[in-house]
């Protein structure tokens, strides 16, 4: 059973605070769905509102087509993970498990089974009498999991569960979190402010700032279509150049900038409002040789070596730097320093975006 | 308190704001006031409880200044009304009881808090506390015996030759009593100070030995200034236990040693006014508060630190 | 330079403890001198007729008794309305806290002698104004148990209180989440957290009221305590029979001592154990 999730209009204040800023989103049942964004933008409170910690100062929330305003945490049909996962400390492993059963006055035999069997489920067998202290991260982290699930909920909520984590069991995690999920159906919504977890694992991410929705869209879409310059730089890196706007043709525009005319892609929604360049560092090539648009003379003054690419810093004459990496495919021939090349980008790499969508 | 609702539902909070309320007005406010109320009154055979006779008036307060006694001391001569001069005392040897438990508690707090291996640490405190778990009044008893005439003190001191004849501690004015009071109070010194030397960082304790600060610079400097809130918070509770002390000075007091709780206790059991009795109570209550407040102010130390 | 020191600070140390400790072993060893007089020297033969004498004394006995219901119930009180100061004052913030924290620590400090006339007037007064006979209204043990309370109930606050900081309020949230109503997330989350707390804060106010002799001693009526009783034992006269009983409430507070220790040192165990596990865990993982 899963059910899907509908914000419409949701305001939520703290004094004068706005915390989240009339969102609108529409979560599918089944989804794994992400909120991504940097601390303080909002996304643990969009998630406290869905679990019913918190009521939204304005707007509706449905869960499974149902207005649960006004419903408390125990009345949803939702289950929360915690960023510390909040297991309790006293009670054994398959208590903690089974303790949303227990409260719905369910008999020991049948919870102790459920508990096992959700243990199974989340590769941890055997470890039911023990105590929570006895366990690593990654252990907690599969009974919060399977503690969540006991409940039979229709929507998981996760907030950050994987930070506390290393890095590698991190990636890890990351793949069982999926696995689980598309094992059970339920709707995940999921909270971080690692851009990596987001993408790596959802099928669909809004991207949040200042308590706005910047962009909802599947990962691809994120990375290689963010709507503003915000999204834009929380996903991944950019080369960024200011200038003016020249004329709109196609979903095309010139762009006059301190470095030399360069065309780019324009969206119909900005090509009202000011607007700056962004290339990707990865789209960004060095050549020997001057492309016949968006090109210009830089020179070489660092490279590092990272393993699976290559990035070089290069300077134009006007003194910015611009950052471009090589896909290291073992053949990859490395500039030297000092070298002068020219950087290109293709028109329909670069993308003329406006700045975040906040409040005035 | 919609922290308090939301995580525990109106029930529970409901039930918890009674219990709270119990407690503060019936047990301590209102007692009090009543308390207050009844000093002001006079002390009448019942029947004229509420006649023309029963008024409002200082006169219970009014005898505290009856009743001179003469007194000397360094050579001056003077006269003072005997429960002022009782209240004096009772004040004056409560501080000589509190400097004795800080001077006696300090180097033990540090020595806990910053040397003794913490593994047998708990074992010590435990040590520590088992005087606490003895009543008082079996405490002041065991006092009387050691201190007694022919007790095992004296007996001890003429065995090794310190002294050569026995000495009579429970005629030594408040020698007894303040003997008695440090014995029972002194860990109520100890354990704030403990706690609020064990907070110390030892890196700084460290940092100014490797700067060349001699030993007793560095509780100078770097201790005791830190252990201030644990200091106040010891001394305010031996302070006022002392005062309030009414088991010590009865079991351990000579003749010529008077407690102002004793005069309350004679007001309110022997001469059944208990309205006197309750006047003479809220000027402890009110003296001693005042007193307190005076001396944090003093030592510049605030209330919020000894709450900690 | 500095061993000496140390060495200074460890004879300091044991003479404190030695100084704690003697008062109560020359009480001890007075119980079973062969004495009229409480004490241990001069000593004249081992006897132990004084605990025989302390059994047949009727109103030691009774005073003994009352003790206990009176600690029980001051215990009782205390623990409920203790904890559920502490609980309230650490969910609410701001002014409101900081007089409600400070009335409740200052009932500490509050001279016993004052506590104790205060209820005692207070009650009577209710009784002469109601015109009741009730037993509520007079003067009586169960006054003591009201004023006791009063003050022991804010040690237990404080002991509750000083647990609650650790506690993690998620666990709350998510017992909630979990579907569990609030009484259920008191009852199997809040409260087994406190409990050790609870104990030792039953502990206290049960010892507390125990050793109470100001309060009880303006309340009690014409009702003993053991405080009270062995306190005019003291005034008239002695016989080590107090003696007597001083020893064994120091033999049952000493095992009462050593149970908890050994009981500290064994959770101490299990608690190393299981985290020596979980970091094996953890290197297995990576």
């Known amino acids: 059973m899963s059910a899907g999730i509908d914000l419409e209009n949701v305001c939520c204040d703290f004094g004068t605070f706005r915390a989240v800023d009339n969102a609108n989103v529409s979560i599918r049942p089944g989804e794994f769905f992400s909120f991504l964004g940097p601390s303080g933008c909002g996304k643990t409170t969009i998630l406290r509102m869905v679990s019913g910690f918190i009521e939204p100062t304005q707007g509706v929330i449905r869960i499974g087509g149902e207005d649960v305003r006004g419903k408390r945490p125990n009345q949803r049909p939702t289950a929360l993970i915690f960023q510390n996962l909040a297991l309790f400390p006293l009670m054994p492993i398959w208590e903690n498990i089974s303790f949303g059963l227990e409260v719905r006055g369910v008999d020991k035999a049948t919870r102790r089974k459920k508990a096992e069997d959700l243990l199974k489920l989340v590769d941890l067998p055997g470890a039911a009498d023990k105590m929570v202290s006895q366990l690593s991260g990654g252990q907690k982290q599969r009974v919060a999991i399977a503690r969540a699930l006991a409940v039979e909920p229709q929507v998981m909520l996760l907030d950050e569960p994987l930070s506390a984590l290393d890095l590698k069991l991190r990636q890890h995690m990351r793949a069982e979190l999926r696995a689980i999920q598309k094992r059970t159906g339920v709707t995940f919504i999921y909270i971080t402010h690692d851009q990596g977890e987001a993408l790596a694992m959802s099928d669909r991410v809004g991207v949040m700032s200042q308590g706005r929705i910047q962009q909802i869209a599947d990962p691809r879409e994120i990375y290689n279509n963010p709507v503003n310059g915000f999204v834009a730089g929380f996903v991944g890196e950019n080369n960024v150049f200011e200038g003016t706007l020249g004329t709109v043709a196609g979903g095309m525009a010139g762009f006059d900038t301190a470095e030399g005319p360069f065309r780019a892609r324009i969206s119909a929604e900005a090509a009202g409002k000011p607007v700056k360049l962004y290339v990707r560092p990865e789209h960004t090539l060095l050549s020997a040789t001057p492309g016949h648009e968006n090109s210009l003379p830089v020179t070489v003054t660092e490279v590092s070596f990272e393993g699976a690419f290559i990035s070089v810093h290069a300077q134009t004459e006007k003194g910015k730097i611009l950052v471009a990496e090589i896909r290291n495919d073992g053949q990859a021939t490395v500039p030297a320093m000092g070298a002068k090349l020219y950087a290109l980008f293709a028109p329909d790499r670069a993308a003329l975006l406006p700045d975040a969508n906040v409040r005035a | 308190m919609q922290d308090l609702l939301r995580r525990y539902g109106f029930g529970l909070t409901l039930a918890m704001c009674l219990l709270v309320a119990f407690w503060l007005v019936m047990l301590v406010i209102v007692p009090n006031i009543t308390l207050f109320e009844q000093s002001?009154?006079?002390?009448?055979?019942?029947?004229?409880?509420?006649?023309?006779?029963?008024?409002?008036?200082?006169?219970?307060?009014?005898?505290?200044?009856?009743?001179?006694?003469?007194?000397?001391?360094?050579?001056?001569?003077?006269?003072?009304?005997?429960?002022?001069?009782?209240?004096?005392?009772?004040?004056?040897?409560?501080?000589?009881?509190?400097?004795?438990?800080?001077?006696?508690?300090?180097?033990?707090?540090?020595?806990?808090?910053?040397?003794?291996?913490?593994?047998?640490?708990?074992?010590?405190?435990?040590?520590?506390?088992?005087?606490?778990?003895?009543?008082?009044?079996?405490?002041?008893?065991?006092?009387?015996?050691?201190?007694?005439?022919?007790?095992?003190?004296?007996?001890?001191?003429?065995?090794?030759?310190?002294?050569?004849?026995?000495?009579?501690?429970?005629?030594?004015?408040?020698?007894?009593?303040?003997?008695?009071?440090?014995?029972?109070?002194?860990?109520?010194?100890?354990?704030?100070?403990?706690?609020?030397?064990?907070?110390?960082?030892?890196?700084?304790?460290?940092?100014?030995?490797?700067?060349?600060?001699?030993?007793?610079?560095?509780?100078?400097?770097?201790?005791?200034?830190?252990?201030?809130?644990?200091?106040?918070?010891?001394?305010?509770?031996?302070?006022?236990?002392?005062?309030?002390?009414?088991?010590?000075?009865?079991?351990?007091?000579?003749?010529?040693?008077?407690?102002?709780?004793?005069?309350?206790?004679?007001?309110?059991?022997?001469?059944?006014?208990?309205?006197?009795?309750?006047?003479?109570?809220?000027?402890?209550?009110?003296?001693?508060?005042?007193?307190?407040?005076?001396?944090?102010?003093?030592?510049?130390?605030?209330?919020?630190?000894?709450?900690? | 330079m500095h061993n000496l020191r140390l060495n200074l600070a460890r004879i300091y140390?044991?003479?404190?403890?030695?100084?704690?400790?003697?008062?109560?072993?020359?009480?001890?060893?007075?119980?079973?001198?062969?004495?009229?007089?409480?004490?241990?020297?001069?000593?004249?033969?081992?006897?132990?007729?004084?605990?025989?004498?302390?059994?047949?004394?009727q109103r030691m006995m009774v005073a003994f008794a009352n003790t206990l219901w009176v600690a029980a119930a001051v215990a009782l009180i205390s623990v409920i309305v203790g904890t559920a100061s502490a609980i309230l004052i650490n969910s609410v913030s701001g002014k409101v806290r900081t007089a409600l924290y400070g009335m409740m620590i200052s009932t500490i400090l509050i001279p016993g002698v004052v506590i104790g006339i205060s209820t005692m007037i207070l009650w009577t007064k209710m009784g002469n104004a109601l015109g009741t006979e009730f037993f509520l209204f007079n003067p009586g043990l169960h006054l003591s148990v009201l004023g006791q309370v009063s003050y022991i109930a804010a040690m237990v606050m404080l002991l509750v209180l000083a647990r609650l900081q650790s506690f993690d309020a998620g666990l709350e949230e998510a017992a909630l989440d979990l579907g569990a109503s609030h009484t259920q997330v008191m009852r199997r989350i809040l409260l087994p957290h406190l409990y050790p707390a609870i104990g030792a804060g039953a502990a206290v106010a049960f010892f507390q009221s125990i050793e109470n002799f100001n309060v009880t001693q303006f309340t009690r009526g014409g009702a003993d305590t053991l405080t009270v009783y062995v306190f005019s034992k003291v005034r008239s006269g002695i016989t080590p029979t107090i003696n007597a009983l001083a020893f064994l409430l120091i033999l049952v507070t000493l095992v009462l001592a050593v149970i908890y220790e050994l009981n500290r040192r064994r959770r101490a165990r299990i608690e190393a154990a299981r985290e020596a596990e979980a970091r094996r865990a953890e290197a297995a993982e990576l």
């Open chain 2, 40 to 308: 002001f009154r006079p002390y009448l055979p019942v029947t004229e409880v509420g006649g023309p006779k029963d008024v409002y008036s200082f006169n219970n307060y009014m005898k505290v200044f009856d009743g001179d006694v003469e007194r000397s001391f360094l050579g001056f001569t003077f006269h003072i009304p005997v429960h002022v001069y009782t209240f004096g005392l009772t004040i004056f040897y409560s501080m000589v009881t509190t400097v004795i438990c800080f001077v006696m508690a300090y180097p033990l707090a540090y020595f806990m808090a910053k040397i003794v291996n913490p593994k047998s640490l708990p074992t010590l405190i435990l040590l520590l506390f088992i005087p606490l778990w003895v009543s008082e009044v079996l405490r002041a008893f065991a006092w009387w015996i050691i201190l007694a005439f022919k007790g095992p003190l004296n007996a001890l001191l003429l065995g090794v030759g310190l002294i050569e004849d026995p000495i009579r501690w429970t005629n030594m004015g408040y020698t007894g009593v303040v003997v008695g009071l440090v014995y029972t109070y002194v860990l109520f010194m100890l354990f704030p100070i403990y706690n609020a030397i064990q907070s110390l960082d030892t890196n700084q304790i460290e940092a100014a030995e490797d700067l060349g600060a001699p030993w007793w610079k560095i509780h100078w400097r770097i201790v005791l200034p830190h252990s201030k809130p644990g200091i106040a918070s010891g001394s305010v509770m031996v302070f006022m236990l002392s005062a309030g002390s009414l088991l010590v000075p009865s079991i351990l007091g000579s003749t010529t040693s008077q407690w102002f709780t004793q005069t309350i206790d004679q007001w309110f059991k022997d001469a059944l006014d208990w309205n006197t009795a309750s006047a003479y109570a809220f000027l402890l209550l009110l003296l001693c508060t005042v007193f307190v407040t005076v001396a944090m102010w003093l030592f510049k130390v605030k209330l919020s630190d000894i709450a900690k």
């Open chain 3, 13 to 57: 140390m044991v003479l404190f403890i030695i100084y704690l400790l003697a008062p109560l072993v020359v009480m001890s060893g007075a119980a079973f001198n062969d004495s009229k007089l409480p004490s241990i020297v001069p000593w004249k033969g081992f006897t132990t007729m004084w605990f025989s004498e302390m059994i047949a004394d």
